[in-house]
C-alpha cells in the first residue's frame, strides 16, 4: 500500500493537561497547516505541512478544509446490547436493568438480531467520531461474537469480552461460572489480539456475581495476563449497600476486585461514584482506571463523579471516560464533555456557592474544571493511557494508527456558528489557543453534527451527509 498525506488543521497532546496546572497548553499540540503521512493504516509521519512535504515529494495529499483535526474519540464504557433501548425511562440503576436492559440484552442471543444491532452499533460510532471503544457484550456468547466479527470488518480497535452474571437478573439470562469460564476461555483464544480485537475478561459487576464466578474471572486473569478486565464498581447507593451483602468479607466494593486479584493495569471500573478515599489510594497505586460515565450518571440519578479526587497528584488515578450508552443517552463523547463539564462545575459549589470543606479542598475544587485541553485529552490520548492502550493510539505520534475525526466547528444547535465567528473570525484557527476557543464551543454547544469525517487506519469510513 503506498502512503497518502492528509493536509488540515490537526490538534493533538503529547502530555496530560494535569500537570500542566495553567500552563495546559504546552500538554497539546497544534498545527494550523498541517500534514500527516499514513503507510498500511498508520501513521509514519507528521508536522507542519511545509517541513514534512519536503520529505516526500510525489505524495498523494487529500486536503480537509475548514475543519480542525483531532485523533479519534475513544469509549472507555459503553454496552453494545442496550443499543435499541437507548432513552428508555431512567429510574435507578437497579430497576432500570430489570425493566429495560435485561429483557432487550437476553435477545441478542440470537445470531441475526446480534448481527444486526452490532452494524447499528458501529454506525453509530463512526457518525459521532469514536473509533475506539471498550464495550459490554451480554451473557450469550453469541453477542460477543457479533461485536469482534463487526469491529473486525470495519478494522477498529475494540476491547470486549463475555460479560458475566449469575445473580439478580433473570433466570434465562444468567450464566453459571462453569460456563461463563468455558466460553470465555474460547472467546479469548478466538479473539484476543487478533487484528484489532483486544479481549476484556468481564464480570458484569461484583453485585450480580457470586464468589465461584469472580474465582471464575481470577482463574482466567491467571490464565491470560495481558488479557484486560472490564467491570463496574460503586455506581448506585443501592448497588453498593447490595454488593456488601453478597461479599460480606469485603470491607468495599473495590476489595472485592481486589479478593480476586483482578485490580492493576488493564483494569477498568465503570462509574466509581462513590469510592472512598482510601479506595482511590489504592487505585492509584496498583494502576487501575475508573471510567467516568458523567452522562449516564446523570441519566440514572447515580450521582457526580469525584474528578478533582481522581485527579490529584498524590494519587493520581488513571482515567478512560465513556458514554455508558444506553444508560448514558448518548452515543457521543463530545455529548460525554459537555455533561463533564457540569458535573465538575456542580462538585465545586454547594447550593448557596460555597465549597463543601467536607468534600474537598481548593485544589480538588480547581481539578473538577473541564477545560477544553482536559477534556479532549481526556477523550484522545488520556482514553488510551487509561486502557494501557497510549503504543497504539491517541495522538498523531508516528507509529501509531491513523484515527481520527474532521470536526466541523460550525454545525450544530444555532448559535454555533456565531461562536466560531467570534472565535476566529474568517478562516479557521490560526493558533492553538484559538484552536483550543473553537473545541470549547464545540463541547460544550456541538453534538454530532460537529462530527464531518470520521478515519479509521487511515481510510475514511464516515462522511456526514
Known sequence: MSAIGIRGTFFDFVDDPWKHVGKEHEAARFHADGLLVVEDGKITDFGAYDAVAKRHQGLSVTHITDRIVVPGFIDGHIHFPQTRVLGAFGQQLLPWLQNWVFPEEMKYADRAYAKDGAKRFFDNLLACGTTTCQAFTSSSPVSTEELFDEAARRNMLTIAGLTGIDRHAPEKFLNTPEQFYAESKRLIERYHGKGRNLYAITPRFAFGSSPALMEACERLKREYPDCWVNTHVSENPAEVRGVLAEHGDCADYLGIY????????????????????????????????????????????????????????????????????????????????????????????????????????????????????????????????????????????????????????????????????????????????????LLFGIMMVGDERAVDETWVMGKRLYKKA
Not at 327 to 344: P, Q
Not at 378 to 387: F, K, N, Y
Open 258 to 437: 481486589e479478593k480476586y486479584k483482578l485490580v492493576g493495569p488493564k483494569f477498568s471500573g465503570g462509574h466509581g461514584v462513590w469510592l472512598s478515599d482510601d479506595e482511590f489510594r489504592r487505585l492509584s497505586r496498583t494502576g487501575g482506571a475508573i471510567t467516568f460515565c458523567p452522562c449516564s450518571n446523570l441519566f440514572l440519578g447515580s450521582g457526580l463523579f469525584r474528578l478533582g479526587r481522581a485527579t490529584d497528584p498524590k494519587a493520581r488515578v488513571k482515567l478512560t471516560w465513556g458514554t455508558d450508552m444506553g444508560g448514558g443517552n448518548r452515543f457521543s463523547m463530545i455529548a460525554v464533555l459537555d455533561e463533564a463539564y457540569k458535573v465538575g462545575m456542580c462538585n465545586n459549589t454547594m447550593l448557596d456557592g460555597s465549597i463543601d470543606p467536607a468534600r474537598q479542598d481548593l485544589a480538588e475544587s480547581e481539578r473538577n474544571k473541564v477545560s477544553p485541553y482536559r477534556g479532549f485529552w481526556s477523550v484522545t490520548l488520556g482514553g488510551a493511557e487509561g486502557l494501557y492502550i497510549d503504543d497504539k493510539v491517541g495522538n498523531f505520534t508516528p507509529g501509531k494508527a491513523a484515527d481520527f475525526v474532521a470536526l466541523d466547528w460550525t454545525a450544530g444547535p444555532p448559535g454555533t456558528e456565531w461562536h466560531q465567528s467570534l472565535v476566529v473570525g474568517d478562516g479557521g484557527p490560526k493558533d492553538m489557543e484559538q484552536a483550543a476557543n
